[in-house]
């Protein structure tokens, strides 16, 4: 899958993300009759994508994800050699990890790094894979199911969003409270504005350094790798447009369409011209 929106993500060759080119001769030819992956954005919170048969290398995507199997078949989720068996899991931004799902129909929450619930899923699995119970999710096996045929009604495809998300803190108690600060920096970030790290530690009151580290420690990446992140959402905001790619790698502030197709490449795992391909992914707004 790819990127759809202006509050879409930016990642490493998202797993539960993307097909990779492989997959098009091998996991797709493994299902018959499978459905086409769907993408239900939900505003700028996250977004929803199903896919028949997902299949990654080690990857290292910065948005939280809550994976689910639609079915009875349980998924490989693939972290420093280990190999987790499972049906339902929480996996924190940037972990390095791969996923074997063959012929695994499987549900993927995903909360970027503007969803207000994005630093409560870092603590709530700090650097490392939480496997849950899959029946924790039963009660919502009927839009599971629905979401992976593409067929649940955008509005209520965001409400299954916001009550699936909410399971895994019934069950599981984060390891570290947020820092209060992290909704200042959020509102600072999201401000428009092009602050440099001096003038976010001035906004905080805090120095150089300690803005540096907050920064590290709220989001798990440097201001930096958030404004690339943003640079990004622009790219995914005229992606599906009847812009060329040219037109969209000047808009967003890329030198050329190669310099954009290196970095989505780099990222993403897929070129440009994949994700904003409509017979790949069917793509639905929730909000």
């Given amino acids: 899958m790819a990127p759809f929106n202006e509050c879409a993500i930016e990642g490493r060759r998202d797993p539960m993300v993307l097909k990779y080119q492989e997959q098009e001769s091998t996991a797709r030819g493994s299902v018959p009759d499978a459905p086409i992956d769907n993408a239900y954005i939900v505003g700028c919170s996250g977004f929803i994508y199903t896919g028949a048969s997902i299949v990654s290398e080690e990857t290292r995507p910065p948005s939280a994800a ?6 009875p078949t349980p998924f490989k989720i693939l972290v420093k050699g280990q190999e987790l068996l499972t049906r339902a899991a929480v996996i924190p931004p940037f972990l390095a990890r791969g996923l074997d799902a063959r012929a695994v129909p499987l549900v993927c929450f995903h909360i970027t790094p503007s969803s207000p619930l ?13 496997l849950l119970e899959r029946a924790f999710f039963q009660s919502l096996d009927a839009p599971l199911h629905a ?13 299954i969003y916001d009550q699936a998300l909410r399971i895994p803190f019934q069950h599981l108690t984060p390891e570290s409270k947020p820092d209060p600060r992290q909704q200042r920096i959020r509102q600072l970030l999201e401000s428009g504005r092009d602050l440099t790290l001096t003038d976010l530690a001035r906004e905080l009151g805090t120095s ?6 907050l920064m590290t420690e709220v989001f798990g990446m440097s201001l930096r790798d958030y404004k690339s992140w943003q640079k990004l959402q622009r790219v995914f905001h005229l992606l599906h447009s009847k812009h060329s790619i040219t ?15 290196r970095t989505y490449q780099r990222w993403f795992g897929q070129p440009p011209s994949y994700s904003r391909n409509r017979n790949n992914v069917r793509v639905m707004r929730c909000r």
């Fill in 118 to 130: 994005y630093v409560e899923f870092r603590a709530l699995a700090h650097g490392r894979v939480v």
């Fill in 66 to 71: 809550l994976i689910v199997s639609a079915g």
């Fill in 208 to 213: 150089y350094f300690w803005a540096s580290r």
């Fill in 247 to 261: 037109e969209v790698a000047h808009a967003a502030g890329f030198t050329d369409s190669a310099h954009l197709s």
């Fill in 147 to 159: 979401l992976y045929h593409g067929r649940l009604a955008p509005a209520r495809a965001a409400e």
